[in-house]
């Protein structure tokens, strides 16, 4: 097992390096660090100085990939590439195109985004998976052909009026709960509710239709027929032996995307303005701050190849048909 | 006199619009490529969702034909200039709805403005109160009184219409069915209405009422008011969600039409070929799919905006800056979808390969060229299908929220993120405006529910695992 895992990280490398040159040659190759400068300071009446000036701040006033000027080692280590890629993979992510360390904001803001994306995750996986079972119990009723149509009409509204919609209703029509913001410590809890509550609602549609089909597909298969011929109650064969291998796809599923919930969501976090890795991202993107989205571009990545390995590991821990080589 | 403007996402539309036609005419003649699509029509959610799709495509490409006006020049010789503004065939078919412009705010069927404004009494002095619209309700008379007799009025006469329409429509599907079938008129007349025919021609003739319906009702009333208000700089919001049509319909199927090429390519390639061909391939989708899309279109949107910035002399008009953009989102967009089909298609064609009947290619000598688009291709087609009919209401979603994001499409387009993230704004104000979000939200809806319905039909035609249960 750990030689495995030892192996499919080592495997992750060559992904990791590609991802690097990839977000290297999009931040500055496709454009010079002058134009960048350029769009930050304005466009027109801007004197070179000034770019020279705004390059020098933040470091990108080196060569991209060979500094000639320098001697020895210098002359590889003297370069943006050095100093803005390389250093990546020591999680050394600089500082914003502000001046702000990139790290340590990272590291406050994870909390929020963990504070939100755990409940959400939790509870979504609770109603999902009940959900599902239900349809699947009455498959063929009537409950079951409505549940369906339900969710594909709640899987066919953008999240986006969900969030407007739950802010309008609970937060300003009914007053249960403040409609944005946050606080440290316990006193999150109640700004908390509300984006988890439209978090999960969210959510319902797809999940429950995908895990609906995971519950068919072993529900047709001749265990469980085994299971009800050899009179077992309903309810063992639907606890003990469908949930049980309907878990297996779910989750795999879930383990999949359990590191990139320290990236936050997008849209929850910024519509309830919740200080998270979500809200840190897209407040960069539109400030147009380069530094930050492409550390954010790295550690997506790091997280979304953990998230592979763990997956592979799941499957051998909740499947013991499946073997690690 | 006009002059033609074919921009970037037009020419491809017209290309998608050319393959798709193609391959229709193709596939009336084989009996195992229509089988399918007949299954499709024959569905009660599939044959409904196509209505609705039909509709929402028609006006897609009427908004796609892009024309600019010839300006009218006093001396006769001089050579014609045209106006810097581009219109669209559907901005003349819908006329006054695209210059009816407010002053700002005004709610749907409203004949006052949304906001106090203080006006200068003949009198002298000085009243605090909302003055009429320039438009909404221009005829009324006396507005508080004759404004809900009117629109009741106009609804009647849109009921009547689409009465008469629908008989008339009901009566040519009759007479086609039974001329075809060589039947009674009355026998093929029970059969649909007692929902007997193969085809549902019921819930067709239902679902094509209703949209008459409603096409009567906007023609009735759109006119006269403003059916879903006004937005904050006066323009009609109505008009505003049929532009965004064009806008997700773009984004939904230029994105396909631009990763397809790759996906298929590289996947059957990387299949087949295997050894280091398939490393190489394997390792770019990794590469790429690893990287959140979010966050790869961002960076790239973001390059996109620091290179129109830098260089905006290739930009004639405004709308050729949105049209650019847009046309890159797709790519974008395109690029970060292809490796989930291309891995789909490699693990296919490693299976196809396999196969006994590709052995039997193999040892006959046939060329590998040969043996891919005559063997495996078609054999692999279903998956694509599938993935791109389920990707298109996906891509209509993630349109809205890459504009949120600030990465999506240029803020001067209509579109439905624009709008959502104007109503946002609106939401939090006191009296809420709320139409914005209400009209985006209904035709959104209608759009990502047909082609969600569409998809499952498709996906029970198509897929041939789950035609055996």
Not at chain 1, 103 to 113: A, K, T, W
Not at chain 1, 268 to 275: C, N, Q, T, V
Not at chain 2, 268 to 290: E, F, K, P
């Amino acid at each position: 097992m750990f030689a495995y895992i030892v192996r499919r990280a080592a495997y992750a490398i060559p992904i990791l390096i590609g991802v690097n040159l990839l977000t290297f040659y999009l931040f500055f190759v496709v454009n010079s660090p002058d134009d960048m400068a350029r769009l930050h300071l304005g466009v027109k009446r801007v004197t070179p100085e000034a770019i020279e000036k705004w390059k020098a701040e933040r470091g990108y006033n080196k060569p991209l990939m060979y500094n000639e000027a320098a001697a020895g080692i210098d002359r590889l280590t003297e370069t943006i590439f050095f100093e803005k890629s390389l250093k990546l993979f020591a999680f050394d992510f600089g500082h914003s195109d502000d001046g702000r360390d990139i790290s340590h904001d990272i590291g406050q803001r994870m909390i929020p985004s963990l504070a939100i994306a755990i409940p959400s995750l939790l509870v979504g996986l609770l109603i999902n998976i009940s959900f599902a079972m239900l349809l699947a119990f009455f498959r063929g009723t009537y409950v079951d052909v409505s549940g369906v149509i339900l969710s594909v009409v709640l899987m066919s509204v953008s999240a986006m009026f969900y969030i407007i919609g739950g802010q309008f209703l609970l937060g300003k029509l009914l007053r249960l709960m403040p409609i944005s913001g946050y606080d440290g410590g316990l006193d999150a809890i109640k700004f908390l509710v509300l984006p988890v509550i439209i978090g999960v609602i969210s959510g319902i549609g797809s999940s429950t239709r995908l895990y609906r089909s995971f519950f068919l597909e072993e529900a047709g298969k001749d265990f469980i027929r085994t299971a009800r011929a050899k009179g077992l109650k309903e309810s063992r064969v639907l606890f003990r032996h469908l949930l049980a291998n309907a878990m297996i796809p779910i989750i795999t599923g879930v383990v999949v995307i359990l590191p990139l919930l320290f990236m936050g969501s997008l849209l929850l976090e910024s519509f309830f303005a919740i200080p998270g890795l979500g809200s840190y991202t897209i407040d960069a993107i539109n400030r147009q701050d380069f530094a930050i989205v492409r550390a954010m571009v790295f550690l997506g990545s790091v997280l979304y190849i953990i998230g592979l390995i763990l997956v592979d590991v799941a499957y051998t821990v909740v499947d013991p048909r499946v073997r690690l080589s | 006199m006009i002059m033609p403007v074919i921009l970037w996402t037009d020419a491809l539309i017209f290309l998608l619009v050319a393959i798709t036609t193609a391959f229709a005419l193709y596939a009336r003649r084989k009996p195992h490529l229509r089988a399918p699509w007949r299954h499709v029509v024959c569905s009660r959610p599939g044959s409904m969702a196509v209505v609705i799709l039909c509709a929402y495509i028609i006006i897609g490409l009427l908004d796609s034909l892009h024309y600019r006006l010839a300006l009218e020049s006093n001396d006769a010789g001089a050579e014609t200039h045209y106006a810097s503004e581009v219109l669209s065939a559907l901005d003349a078919l819908v006329g006054p709805l695209r210059t009816q412009t407010e002053k700002t705010y005004s709610a749907p069927f409203a004949t006052h403005l949304f906001t106090r404004e203080t006006i200068q009494q003949p009198e002298g002095g000085q009243t605090r109160e909302y003055p009429r619209l320039k438009y909404g309700g221009r005829h009324l008379q006396n507005p508080a009184v004759d404004a809900r007799a009117d629109i009741l009025r106009r609804s009647g006469v849109a009921l009547a219409q689409t009465l008469t329409a629908g008989l008339a429509v009901l009566l040519l599907i009759t007479l086609w069915q039974a001329h075809r079938r060589q039947q009674a008129f009355t026998t093929m007349l029970r059969t649909i209405l007692k929902r007997r025919s193969e085809v549902p021609w019921l819930i067709i003739w239902i679902s094509l009422s209703i949209l008459a319906l409603l096409i009567f009702l906007a023609a009735n009333l759109a006119t006269a008011y403003h059916v879903f208000g006004t937005d904050k700089v006066g323009e009609d919001v109505f008009y505003q969600t049929l532009k965004s049509i064009r806008t997700g319909l773009v984004i939904g199927t230029l994105t396909t039409l631009i990763m397809l090429p790759f996906a298929i390519f590289m996947g059957i390639l990387a299949g087949y070929a295997r050894g280091w061909i398939d490393d190489v391939i394997q390792y770019t989708y990794t590469t790429l799919s690893s990287i959140p899309g979010v966050l790869l279109i961002a960076a790239t949107i973001l390059m996109l905006q620091v290179y129109m910035a830098n260089h905006p002399e290739l930009f004639e008009t405004t709308l050729e800056r949105a049209d650019i953009r847009l046309l890159f989102l797709s790519i974008i967009l395109g690029i970060t979808s292809w490796t989930g089909l291309c891995r789909l298609l490699r693990g296919e064609s490693l299976k196809l390969r396999e196969a006994e009947y590709i052995q039997a290619a193999t040892a006959f000598g046939v060329r590998h060229s040969k043996i891919i688009s005559r063997h495996i291709l078609p054999n692999v087609m279903h998956i694509v299908l599938i993935t791109v009919v389920l990707d298109f209401s996906g891509l209509v979603l993630a349109e809205a929220v890459l504009t949120y994001v600030g990465v999506g499409v240029d803020p001067t387009m209509n579109s439905w993120g624009n709008m959502i993230n104007s109503a946002r704004l609106e939401m939090a104000r006191e009296p809420v405006v709320w139409w914005s979000l209400l009209a985006a939200f209904l035709f959104m809806f209608t759009l990502v529910l047909a082609a969600n319905l569409f998809s499952d039909a498709v996906r029970d035609a198509f897929d041939p695992r789950l035609r055996q249960h």
